[in-house]
């Protein structure tokens, strides 16, 4: 059962002057489907949104606080930063999963808590709050919410499936191949279990909540293998 927005709006200190634009940042298609009357509109127009205003502001950030990084350099840290793990763990952390207006039969297989749908909410919450009050709100709520995130991280920011592919491309080692070896659990809690492949030889294994992640992290060990260390 989803919360009250106002509980949301009181934690986040942040008051949307168009209350109907915050509903439907956090309502699903499939809540829209399953009624008859009242809200019409769900959030996959902003997720459109905010997809494009959260990489127009991390560019913006990165650019800034990286002023010694390559352009190559940058894109990789963005697109690590905005890929659906990132966002799941951002959307987490807020606990975004439990305002979401989800229909019955999304709410009984578990949606409130799949991976895509939060990095969904969190795009469409982006774009929201754009429309809602500007640029400078997005970059503030991130700044508090995001960046100051990465910035308390010792670890470096890493898109490990893009590095591997740079990796082999540039040596000519030959093509690299994700394969799906496992996947168990419920709609709501899946797990997911993949090998890297190059050619025939198994560089890496890794596990996680998405497809995505169960990729990077058999990359990371990928890498680990090939060079020793996963950069």
Same mark, same amino acid.
């Given at each position: 059962?989803?919360?009250?927005l106002?509980?949301?709006q009181?934690? *986040? =200190?942040?008051?949307?002057?168009?209350? !109907?634009?915050?509903k439907?940042a956090f309502t %699903?298609?499939s809540?829209?489907?399953e009624?008859r009357?009242g809200q019409?509109? %769900?959030n996959e127009?902003?997720?459109f949104?905010?997809?494009?205003? /959260?990489?127009?502001?991390?560019?913006?950030y990165?650019?800034?606080?990286?002023?010694?990084?390559?352009?190559g350099?940058l894109?990789k /840290?963005?697109?690590?930063?905005?890929?659906?793990?990132s966002?799941?763990?951002?959307?987490e952390k *807020?606990h975004f =999963?439990?305002y979401v207006?989800? =229909?019955k =039969?999304e709410?009984l297989?578990?949606g409130? !808590?799949?991976p895509?749908?939060?990095?969904d909410?969190?795009e469409?919450?982006?774009?929201?709050?754009?429309? $809602?009050?500007g640029? %400078?709100?997005?970059q503030q709520?991130?700044?508090?919410h /995001?960046?100051?995130y990465?910035?308390a991280?010792s670890q470096?920011?890493? $898109?490990y499936?893009t590095?591997?592919?740079?990796?082999t491309?540039?040596r000519?080692?030959?093509?690299v191949?994700y394969?799906i070896?496992?996947e168990t659990g419920?709609d709501? $809690?899946?797990?997911?279990?993949?090998e890297v492949?190059l050619?025939?030889?198994?560089?890496?294994?890794?596990?996680?909540?998405?497809k995505k992640?169960?990729?990077?992290?058999?990359?990371?060990?990928a890498?680990q293998s090939l060079t020793g260390n996963p950069?």
């Amino acid at each position: 059962m989803n919360r009250d927005l106002n509980e949301l709006q009181s934690r *986040l =200190g942040i008051v949307f002057r168009d209350q !109907n634009l915050l509903k439907e940042a956090f309502t %699903h298609s499939s809540y829209v489907n399953e009624q008859r009357s009242g809200q019409k509109r %769900h959030n996959e127009r902003l997720e459109f949104l905010g997809d494009a205003v /959260l990489e127009l502001t991390v560019s913006e950030y990165l650019f800034r606080a990286y002023p010694e990084r390559t352009e190559g350099e940058l894109t990789k /840290l963005r697109a690590s930063i905005v890929c659906e793990p990132s966002l799941v763990t951002y959307a987490e952390k *807020l606990h975004f =999963g439990t305002y979401v207006f989800l =229909g019955k =039969g999304e709410e009984l297989t578990g949606g409130r !808590n799949r991976p895509a749908l939060l990095a969904d909410v969190f795009e469409a919450f982006i774009g929201a709050l754009y429309l $809602d009050q500007g640029l %400078h709100a997005v970059q503030q709520f991130l700044h508090r919410h /995001l960046f100051s995130y990465l910035e308390a991280d010792s670890q470096p920011i890493v $898109d490990y499936k893009t590095a591997l592919q740079e990796y082999t491309q540039q040596r000519g080692l030959g093509a690299v191949d994700y394969r799906i070896v496992r996947e168990t659990g419920p709609d709501h $809690d899946k797990h997911f279990v993949t090998e890297v492949w190059l050619e025939e030889q198994l560089l890496g294994t890794g596990s996680g909540r998405s497809k995505k992640e169960a990729e990077q992290q058999a990359a990371a060990q990928a890498l680990q293998s090939l060079t020793g260390n996963p950069r």
